[in-house]
């Protein structure tokens, strides 16, 4: 990805400089409320006496500040956290130091050969996996007497033979099939919920030297996927980690509850075909879960009834070098795409059928992003982190891997829209790795899955769970998230969220223990986008303004805000 940028130009907020002001302790006088009602306005006073401080403005229309900053220079920041669930707001800032005003931006949607492009599904499949509840249909007959012994639920099916051939449908309907061979069956695996069985499958055009497709998948690169998902053996697979964190991902309770869905018979099935048939090594959908296969064909015609998901073949067989390793770039991105993918599974079934919820997306991808971080160490990749994942620090400045240079380009973004874009993913890949970091690690996104609730309050269910968390509000988190990120620089804060310990943190998690790594939102190129201008602040978004650096003396700062967003003075 390549970026414009306007010429920067010195613009003074306030011609006005006060002169140099005393140390001494932290002091507040205000006026007016902390939740704005009508034409509400607050005078503050407030002296840096830390290495890094933190102080709330408050909610009021208007909000007048003296800032005491001594003779130690400092940073001194403004985040602006909008709480209006739907309402962008303007905000006004000025001040009387004179700071480089980066004028505007402009993004241009292009990535270097080595930064991910890598999107998980079509908007329509979203849809379709939020929305298949209206398909559902209920048994006649009570769950528990479909699942009293001696009662029959079907959990026979026809077992896969290593090298049959047989059509897959790529959509809801059968005009779009794919002829496929299998290629693996690996049966009677032990795991914590009894023998599973895995087949690979791939499309017949994609497979074997000399295949019509740019790259081509072989019998070595079939059995190095199938080893990364599914092996003997305990905690050393995706399987394990990740259903260790959601559990299992489809069982006979699904047919005791609707008699359209399909039979339970303990396999998941990989298909690798070429998603979308563009014939791309660089980019585009690398993997999908499609509930529409969970269905019986008689309710959806397309289904392949199978506990299954796609991945791209072409992608998948790309080498980096002469020969072909699962270390490689794209071999290994599709292995994170496997516990992505896996965490939708497991969440259709449990969430969707099993406590019949319907998850907002952007929730839904945020737990199969950040299970993407949670096993990020584990498969040896260097995760949305983009450092190496033997390194718990937060790695080398000018980094340009992983989802987070694109999340500082992006980071006002309303955190609940979801529009199926890159930016999108990077965006809650971001909040769920802070929630993960300071509300409880890996609990935190297995509570979000087991709740009844669909929207920003699954989350606050599962964070008040959290020794942290009691009594905390949606938007105390989004504030918080973007506290941490400002601070993401500092490896010792105290009494604040915190995305960076300079090491890993080890979260244990029932019989696995993941590594998170620590995350310098600094370090990354580009960096965070902060603005030297006030604008528009998104829903439930963020807004990161920069007064100044090493500033000293006495600051004075006024803003004019819309009584649903939030100001929050960061001193570093």
Request: proline share 2%.
């Amino acid at each position: 990805m390549y970026f414009k940028f306007t010429d920067l130009s010195l613009v003074a907020a306030s011609l006005v400089l006060i002169g140099c002001g005393g140390g001494g302790t932290s002091s507040d006088a205000s006026t007016g409320g902390v939740v704005a009602s009508g034409n509400t306005s607050s005078t503050k006073n407030i002296t840096i006496t830390d290495d890094y401080q933190v102080e709330s403005l408050g909610l009021t229309n208007t909000i007048s500040v003296t800032v005491n900053l001594g003779n130690t220079p400092k940073s001194l920041y403004i985040l602006l956290s909008n709480y209006h669930e739907t309402q962008s707001a303007s905000s006004s800032i000025t001040h009387n130091k004179t700071v480089a005003i980066q004028e505007s931006k402009e993004i241009v949607d292009t990535l270097s050969s080595k930064q991910t492009k890598a999107l998980h599904a079509h908007a329509s499949i979203q849809e379709f996996n939020k929305n298949s509840k209206k398909f559902f249909k209920k048994n006649t007959v009570s769950s528990e007497n479909l699942q009293a012994k001696g009662v029959a639920i079907s959990t026979v099916s026809k077992k896969d033979i290593l090298g049959e051939n047989q059509p897959f449908y790529l959509t809801e309907d059968t005009t779009t099939p794919t002829q496929a061979t299998a290629r693996r069956v690996d049966s009677n695996i032990s795991t914590p919920f009894g023998l599973k069985t895995l087949n690979i499958w791939v499309s017949d055009d994609s497979f074997g030297l000399g295949c019509v497709k740019s790259k081509c998948v072989t019998q070595i690169m079939v059995d190095a996927l199938a080893s990364t998902f599914l092996q003997a053996g305990a905690d050393n697979d995706i399987y394990d980690w990740v259903t260790n964190i959601y559990g299992e991902e489809w069982n006979v309770d699904a047919q005791a509850k609707y008699s359209n869905l399909i039979t339970a018979n303990d396999e998941i099935t990989i298909l690798l075909t070429d998603i979308d048939n563009d014939n791309s090594t660089n980019g585009g959908v690398i993997g999908f879960f499609f509930s529409k296969d969970n269905f019986k064909r008689t309710s959806i015609s397309g289904s392949n009834e199978r506990v299954m998901f796609y991945a791209d073949a072409v992608l998948f067989a790309n080498n980096d070098n002469a020969t072909w390793t699962i270390d490689d770039f794209w071999p290994k991105e599709m292995v994170s795409t496997l516990a992505h993918e896996f965490e939708h599974m497991i969440h259709y079934y449990q969430k969707q059928v099993l406590l019949d919820t319907e998850t907002e997306t952007w929730i839904s991808e945020m737990l199969a992003e950040t299970t993407e971080d949670l096993i990020a160490t584990k498969i040896g990749h260097t995760g949305p982190r983009g450092v190496d994942p033997l390194d718990g620090s937060a790695g080398n400045t000018g980094n340009t891997q992983g989802r987070y240079p694109l999340f500082n380009q992006n980071n006002t973004l309303s955190l609940t829209e979801w529009t199926g874009q890159l930016k999108d993913y990077s965006k809650v890949n971001a909040f769920g790795t802070f929630l993960i970091r300071n509300y409880g690690g890996a609990k935190v996104l297995r509570d979000v899955m087991y709740n009844t609730l669909s929207d920003e309050n699954a989350v606050l269910s599962a964070v008040s769970q959290s020794v942290n968390g009691t009594g905390k509000t949606f938007d105390d988190l989004l504030k918080e998230w973007g506290i941490a990120v400002l601070l993401s620089d500092n490896e010792n804060l105290q009494n604040q969220p915190a995305y960076n310990t300079g090491d890993f943190t080890q979260d244990t998690y029932n019989s696995s223990t993941y590594e998170l790594g620590s995350i310098n939102f600094f370090n990354y190129s580009p960096a965070p986008t902060i603005f030297t201008s006030a604008g528009t602040v998104a829903a439930q978004g963020n807004y990161y303004y920069k007064v100044g650096d090493n500033l000293t003396g006495t600051v004075t700062i006024d803003l004019t805000l819309n009584g649903t967003t939030e100001a929050t003075l960061i001193a570093k």
